[in-house]
T-cell receptor, first 115, second 116 residues
Framework: EDKVVQSPLSLVVHEGDTVTLNCSYEVTNFRSLLWYKQEKKAPTFLFMLTSSGIEKKSGRLSSILDKKELFSILNITATQTGDSAVYLC???????????????FGQGTELSVKP | EPEVTQTPSHQVTQMGQEVILRCVPISNHLYFYWYRQILGQKVEFLVS????????KSEIFDDQFSVERPDGSNFTLKIRSTKLEDSAMYFCASSERTGRGTDTQYFGPGTRLTVL
């Protein structure tokens, strides 16, 4: 059975700290791994990773994928209170080549950044 | 920036009633999806839709569920006879078809369905 596991499930840090969120997966027909940030409602897209070892960066956030060991990490440096959210890792599983695949989500990591 | 929209934001219904949840995907997107998230649980895939037909559906998506693209903009999820366990947040998502095999799915704000 396909699964995506995130750790830790929750994390409390202070502003300025650096955090690392983990995502491991076992998914048949892997196509890509995505990170989303979920505040009140909709998951908002952060990164899509398809190749091993290539870091994606956006401001203070960065992410990397290891397709051999089947995991990804999301780093947030110099955290701010606005980073408080649930961070979701999802793996896209391909059904038919070149068509949209379903996303399999992890449980999420709830990050709380204290002032 | 284009975004996925969903209506209503909150729907309350009695068990056994039919509900229709509506979504307007991003205009140039060709793949559409429905996911749900029961309170405190993971986001779960329900169904994907492309070229006016279902591409894939999960075990959750039984005969009580159906999807439709009634016109050029809306994408709907119908639950024929709601059950208590259908109470959840329902998210619509859409993605382009770039031909490169990987397309980001963008999510709407969700409809919270409460079945009493």
């Amino acid at each position: 059975e396909d699964k995506v596991v995130q750790s830790p499930l929750s994390l409390v840090v202070h502003e300025g700290d650096t955090v690392t969120l983990n995502c491991s997966y076992e998914v048949t027909n892997f196509r890509s791994l995505l990170w989303y940030k979920q505040e009140k409602k909709a998951p908002t897209f952060l990164f899509m990773l398809t190749s091993s070892g290539i870091e994606k960066k956006s401001g203070r956030l960065s992410s990397i994928l290891d397709k051999k060991e089947l995991f990804s990490i999301l780093n947030i440096t110099a955290t701010q209170t606005g980073d408080s959210a649930v961070y979701l890792c999802a793996v896209e599983a391909m059904v038919i080549y070149n068509q949209g695949g379903k996303l399999i989500f992890g449980q999420g990591t709830e990050l709380s950044v204290k002032p | 920036e284009p975004e996925v929209t969903q209506t209503p934001s909150h729907q309350v219904t009695q068990m056994g009633q039919e509900v229709i949840l509506r979504c307007v995907p991003i205009s140039n997107h060709l793949y559409f999806y429905w996911y749900r998230q029961i309170l405190g649980q993971k986001v779960e895939f329900l169904v994907s839709f492309y070229n006016n037909e279902i591409s894939e559906k999960s075990e959750i998506f039984d005969d009580q569920f159906s999807v439709e693209r009634p016109d050029g903009s809306n994408f709907t999820l119908k639950i024929r006879s709601t059950k208590l366990e259908d109470s959840a947040m329902y998210f619509c998502a859409s993605s382009e078809r770039t031909g490169r095999g990987t397309d980001t799915q963008y999510f709407g704000p969700g409809t919270r369905l409460t079945v009493l």
